[in-house]
């Protein structure tokens, strides 16, 4: 039987999947352990500052029915001690501890409450050692989550001003009570959106599986070993109902999906899939109904006589599942300062996952761990390479002036230096090209897209490459070198330091080739010296005629206006027909399709005339990734002027500026990669493009050089590109090229 204090839980845990990341992205969270991080400090909490705790720890009619604190202490308490009982099926512990400053009293009242009722910890830390107080509590944390959680805290965090530090640990590991036969797991689509789908690694199995259906949800229930743990899957009947079903559900009912589940034969596909994500619940957990314990007028009174708030709850979950089972982990860290159902069927139901959908796993109605699965495309990794690539567009060329560059290439090049990068330089790397993904979900995405772009087609012409030329004395890591060569598909070939311009001969000949003559002397005698370690090259080529190519007697001298006052003549390319199409009071976007109809080409037209650099600057990744997926099918009477580019670049200067300082100097750390102290000397990328009637040809190299020593309208819209314009050619969601034209 479902209890008032299980449906309060299962609220609240609804409203972190709500509020904790936006609609449509993967995500993973343990409301268990946020929960038992808030109920130490809500035994503390005085006043306003409790009452607004227990509303959100809480939430339904737990407290209205006469339960008290004590019911609700009593309830976090029996479950952290049962889970310390621990299992022989199956490993599930949780740890809580109490980082204090050594200066700060705390209440005996409270210090005993906390020992006693959630067997936490207390150890005095001092704070103003940032880096040493740093490693203490992430080496407890990544102990207690079997090194699954790491850097759940940063230095910039840690300062002299912090009181206490309150951290909740919680690890989950479970085969299956019956596995899934490996064999069985094949690729197959898993679709996000409309007209969006990726291939994944779907598991199958025909079995019996605790099931529930009615007109919104399937849910499945799949036990582990011991049958305590279980997890539950809720797949909506609409298939990309995943946000309504979410609107539309209540604790109540969440926790009646889970008892009403009976024993059923099913037959079920669910991906394998592995999640990693980190949180900062101030701005949650104040919208759900707590502001004032993260203000100055906080009330923890009961903690010690000090004027305490929280400063910042911060949480971090990781989650992976494949036949075996499950292997899930979270940690919580709150820091406070001082202020200033079922039927009969003939034949087994289909449990087909392959669109988004929710899942919890739960320990005798407990929830430990929900999230949400998505595509990781459709919206984390797509958005962080939009974001990156506009911070490219940026800064990789002054205001005003024409470029064109392959993010894609330069994307793929530090991917393969980020595979041997670590501490620091790993996360500067990982903050600029993966800010909301894991390591793995980065490098599978890009490994996906090479793999996908080297399939041939009989409509488009695009290739990519990867090699490494390294010095024949330098020793790589063999983990390294099978990572490049499984991941991204890389060659690596041996180069005579003392032999520059032999060695520059030889990649230009290989660039030029990978790139149909198009990007010719990339590198020069003088980058390869007696320091020269490693050169890691990329290159990416495309040509496409477009479906509908533009008629060449329709083209004619138009002016382009440059800038207010200035002018020039070019060579207009002309149209009246169907467009992919978006418009708002800030832009027109238009959508030119190749043959093929997987790529195309997207213009990007400030409504302002000379508005380009605003437009850009006022756009991220979020509005763009918008932008490519909002576009629909129009008539458009169209105006596009002809253009070709050739531009290079060094971008030491830019990626230090957008983040990536350390890879550049000689506190680098490339530890994954080699014994030798290496860094980045010098990174240069060179682009190509040429848009005309028939379609488009475009190709990018980048190389890194790492030295050693460390609807449709009556009228038709009109889009006019005689001003400046920004463009993009992307398959999908991942953009190949972009630029600008001025």
């Not at 409301?31 to 109920?39: G, M, V």
């Not at 390479?385 to 470029?403: E, F, I, W």
């Not at 200035?566 to 238009?590: N, P």
Request: glycine share 6%.
């Amino acid at each position: 039987m479902t209890t008032d204090i299980q449906i309060a839980q299962a609220d609240y845990t609804l409203g972190l999947l709500r509020e904790a990341a936006v609609p449509n992205v993967t995500m993973v969270l343990s409301a268990f352990s946020i929960t038992s991080a808030l109920a130490v400090v809500y035994l503390g909490a005085g006043g306003n500052t409790k009452e607004e705790i227990r509303k959100v720890l809480a939430k339904g009619d737990f407290f209205c029915l006469g339960s008290s604190d004590d019911d609700f202490h009593r309830y976090v308490s029996q479950n952290i001690k049962g889970i310390a009982k621990g299992s022989d099926e199956y490993t599930l512990t949780t740890a809580n501890r109490l980082f204090y400053n050594q200066n700060l009293k705390l209440r005996e009242d409270y210090v005993n409450a906390v020992q006693t009722m959630y067997s936490g910890q207390l150890e005095s830390i001092d704070f103003s050692e940032s880096t040493r107080a740093t490693a203490k509590i992430n080496n407890w944390v990544e102990k207690q989550t079997k090194s699954k959680i790491k850097n759940l805290v940063k230095p910039g965090i840690i300062n002299s001003a912090l009181r206490l530090m309150v951290i909740n640990a919680v690890y989950f590991k479970g085969d299956w009570a019956s596995k899934f036969q490996k064999a069985l797991t094949v690729k197959k689509p898993f679709y996000n959106a409309e007209q969006q789908k990726q291939e994944v690694d779907m598991m199958q199995k025909l079995d019996h599986f605790d099931y529930y259906e009615d007109s919104d949800v399937q849910v499945l229930g799949i036990p582990y070993k011991g049958n305590e743990v279980t997890m539950f899957i809720l797949l909506p009947v609409e298939k990309f109902g995943l946000a309504k079903l979410f609107e539309k559900i209540n604790g109540k009912m969440l926790m009646d999906y889970t008892m009403e589940a009976v024993e059923t034969k099913v037959q079920v596909q669910i991906p394998k899939f592995r999640i990693e994500k980190e949180y900062e619940l101030n701005q949650v957990l104040s919208k759900m109904g707590m502001p004032e314990a993260f203000s100055s007028n906080a009330n923890f009174s009961k903690m010690s006589s000090e004027p305490l708030f929280i400063s910042y709850v911060i949480h971090k979950a990781f989650i992976e599942v494949n036949e075996e089972g499950t292997e899930a982990a979270a940690a919580t860290a709150i820091g406070m300062t001082r202020s200033s159902f079922i039927r009969p069927v003939q034949s087994p139901p289909k449990f087909i996952a392959d669109h988004p959908f929710a899942f919890i796993i739960a320990k005798n109605g407990n929830i430990l761990f929900a999230g949400k699965y998505h595509w990781k495309m459709a919206a984390g990794m797509a958005v962080d390479q939009m974001d990156y690539t506009l911070g490219l567009l940026r800064d990789a060329a002054a205001p005003n002036v024409s470029m064109i560059l392959s993010s894609f290439s330069i994307t793929t090049a530090l991917a393969l230096v980020y595979l041997g990068a670590d501490g620091n330089t790993k996360i500067e790397m990982h903050d600029l090209l993966a800010k909301s993904s894991s390591d793995d979900e980065f490098h599978n995405y890009i490994s996906q897209n090479v793999e996908e772009i080297g399939k041939e087609s009989d409509r488009y012409t695009l290739t990519i490459a990867n090699r490494l030329f390294y010095k024949k004395e330098f020793t790589m890591k063999e983990d390294y070198v099978n990572a490049v060569q499984t991941k991204y598909f890389g060659q690596l070939e041996s180069f005579d330091s003392s032999q520059p311009t032999a060695t520059a001969a030889r990649i230009n000949s290989w660039v030029e080739k990978e790139t149909n003559s198009k990007i010719k002397n990339i590198a020069q005698p003088d980058i390869i010296g007696p320091d020269s370690r490693l050169l890691v090259l990329n290159a990416v080529y495309f040509k496409a005629n477009w479906e509908s190519p533009f008629q060449k007697e329709s083209t004619e001298k138009k002016p382009f206006y440059v800038a207010e006052g200035e002018h020039r003549e070019v060579d207009m390319m002309q149209a009246v027909s169907d467009f992919y199409y978006y418009k708002d009071e800030d832009v027109q976007v238009l959508g030119i399709p190749y043959v093929g109809g997987k790529i195309k080409m997207l213009i990007l037209l400030p409504a302002e005339k000379f508005g380009l650099h605003k437009l850009l600057t006022n756009t991220d990744g979020k509005k763009l990734f918008k932008y490519v997926n909002e576009v629909s099918w129009t008539r458009v009477q169209v105006e596009i002027p002809k253009f070709r580019l050739e531009k290079e670049y060094e971008l030491n200067n830019v990626l230090t500026k957008m983040g990536m300082v350390e890879a550049f100097s000689s506190n680098a750390n490339f530890s994954k990669m080699t014994t030798e102290g290496i860094f980045i000397s010098k990174m240069i990328h060179k682009t190509f493009i040429q848009v005309d009637e028939e379609g488009t040809e475009a190709a990018a190299a980048t190389i890194n050089v790492v030295a050693g020593s460390a609807p449709i309208r009556t009228e038709p819209p009109k889009f006019i590109a005689d001003h400046p314009f920004a463009f993009f050619i992307a398959k999908n969601s991942t953009i190949l090229f972009a630029g600008k034209h001025y």
